[in-house]
């Protein structure tokens, strides 16, 4: 199953459960608009290269649309499709004021210089500047993007429209960008942790996790829980994988991983493959990587208790299914990986007021939101007997569902 039908199997779930009947449920599953473009680059070669970029905004019924610009080979229209749909209940699940996009260029950036990639950015802001800004869409760091990225995004754009930092969030701080922003997924998913655990009944200190993914996301988020205690035993990346049986040294896994660009080589942990990190026992699994990764025949043999999906969609409805059936709690990437899009907000609203907030306001008020997302979760889970999952979802399409009525259709 893709991507897309994964996350519309969701979608149509929650719709039946709400009875929003069959338009509105056509309105939720279909994009506000779906944009294509060429984007063409000189190489440092001398070389033209023309790579195909895309910008999906799926809807902006409670506010200007939000989510991620990924660089990578397999981005095409249905993978970013899904990922603006997630985007759009991702923000109503938190209930900041944002609906969804996601946006993408299918290259390999390990092939690009530097100024390759600068070009290729700017070039692409150019052809989608009409239809982002800072009241209409505003992007964001995702796969192989980050801070710097967003900075020439913010340049590109201000060129044709002036000074303008509330177009892009992800900023390098000195170019008016958050203080917590880039650790705000992987605070979020630490945070996210220790409450279901509270709710479990099961201390966080000694708890035993397992990390599929080292990048942004699955490396802060390891850190954070090894300061709150958690005993991080295995973690993964593309290339290979690490175990410890006492627990990794994490504070020099994660200088090391920023230092290589990888964890293989770290000489203080025991190297396995990067799929055993799926046969580790471990009392929590948290998928960091790319999405279906978790599917059926990994889901029935996950030696883990809970799992938190950092991820975007990592689990299949087949996997999803079968975790169920063996009563392991879910956190859907939807509430669980929100922390990102949440302190997005946070810097989105400071640069509209032109004000700066310390780190700690925005930490606290970031624990404050996912808190509380966590709990409305919880409690119509609880209530309607019902999964995390669907539950995540049943409350973000009733939120967007609600806006979208209101607004007149």
């Given at each position: 199953?893709?991507?897309?039908?994964?996350?519309?199997?969701?979608?149509?779930?929650?719709?039946?459960?709400?009875?929003?009947?069959?338009?509105?449920?056509?309105?939720?599953?279909?994009p506000n608009r779906e944009v294509k473009v060429e984007v063409a680059v000189e190489l440092d070669s001398g070389e033209v290269a023309t790579y195909t970029g895309y910008r999906i905004q799926h809807n902006d019924a409670r506010g200007p649309m939000k989510g991620g610009l990924r660089y990578h080979p397999t981005v095409d229209a249905e993978e970013v499709t899904a990922l603006s749909s997630l985007m759009t209940w991702k923000t109503a699940v938190v209930n900041?004021?944002?609906?969804?996009?996601?946006?993408?260029?299918?290259?390999?950036?390990?092939?690009?210089?530097?100024?390759?990639?600068?070009?290729?950015?700017?070039?692409?802001?150019?052809?989608?500047?009409?239809?982002?800004?800072?009241?209409?869409?505003?992007?964001?760091?995702?796969?192989?993007?980050?801070?710097?990225?967003?900075?020439?995004?913010?340049?590109?754009?201000s060129r044709f429209y002036g000074f303008s930092p509330a177009v892009v969030t992800g900023k390098p701080i000195d170019l008016?960008?958050?203080?917590?922003?880039?650790?705000?997924?992987?605070?979020?998913?630490?945070?996210?942790?220790?409450?279901?655990?509270?709710?479990?009944?099961?201390?966080?200190?000694?708890?035993?996790?397992?990390?599929?993914?080292?990048?942004?996301?699955g490396s802060f988020a390891a850190l954070f829980l090894h300061q709150m205690g958690?005993?991080?035993?295995?973690?993964?990346?593309?290339?290979?994988?690490?175990?410890?049986?006492?627990?990794?040294?994490?504070?020099?896994?994660?200088?090391?991983?920023?230092?290589?660009?990888?964890?293989?080589?770290?000489?203080?942990?025991?190297?396995?493959?990067?799929?055993?990190?799926?046969?580790?026992?471990?009392?929590?699994?948290?998928?960091?990587?790319?999405?279906?990764?978790?599917?059926?025949?990994?889901?029935?043999a996950l030696p883990a208790k809970v799992v938190i999906e950092a991820a975007n969609a990592p689990t299949t409805p087949e996997g999803d299914a079968i975790l169920q059936q063996r009563g392991l709690p879910v956190v859907p990437d939807i509430l669980a990986n929100a922390g990102g899009v949440t302190v997005s907000y946070?810097?989105?609203?400071?640069?509209?007021?032109?004000?700066?907030?310390d780190g700690e306001r925005v930490n606290q008020e970031l624990k404050s939101t996912m808190a509380k997302a966590y709990r409305d979760v919880r409690q119509l889970a609880h209530s309607r007997q019902i999964s995390l999952r669907t539950a995540a979802f049943v409350l973000a399409l009733g939120r967007v569902a609600k806006a979208t009525v209101m607004r007149g259709i």
């Open positions: 199953m893709s991507q897309l039908a994964m996350v519309n199997d969701n979608i149509r779930r929650a719709a039946a459960i709400l009875d929003l009947g069959a338009r509105v449920e056509k309105l939720l599953l279909t900041i004021p944002f609906g969804g996009a996601k946006g993408g260029i299918n290259c390999d950036p390990a092939t690009l210089s530097s100024r390759e990639l600068e070009r290729l950015t700017r070039k692409f802001v150019s052809n989608i500047k009409e239809i982002i800004g800072p009241n209409v869409d505003i992007p964001a760091p995702d796969v192989n993007t980050n801070a710097q990225v967003m900075a020439w995004v913010m340049d590109e754009y008016h960008g958050s203080l917590g922003r880039e650790e705000a997924t992987g605070r979020g998913v630490a945070y996210i942790t220790a409450d279901l655990l509270a709710d479990l009944g099961t201390p966080l200190q000694g708890t035993t996790v397992s990390i599929q993914g080292f990048g942004n996301v958690a005993k991080v035993i295995a973690v993964s990346d593309a290339y290979g994988g690490l175990y410890r049986a006492d627990g990794l040294p994490v504070l020099d896994l994660f200088d090391y991983a920023r230092t290589q660009r990888t964890i293989v080589g770290f000489s203080e942990a025991q190297a396995m493959a990067g799929d055993d990190i799926f046969a580790v026992p471990c009392d929590v699994f948290i998928p960091a990587a790319l999405g279906g990764v978790l599917d059926a025949e990994r889901a029935k946070f810097e989105w609203a400071q640069n509209i007021q032109q004000f700066r907030w």
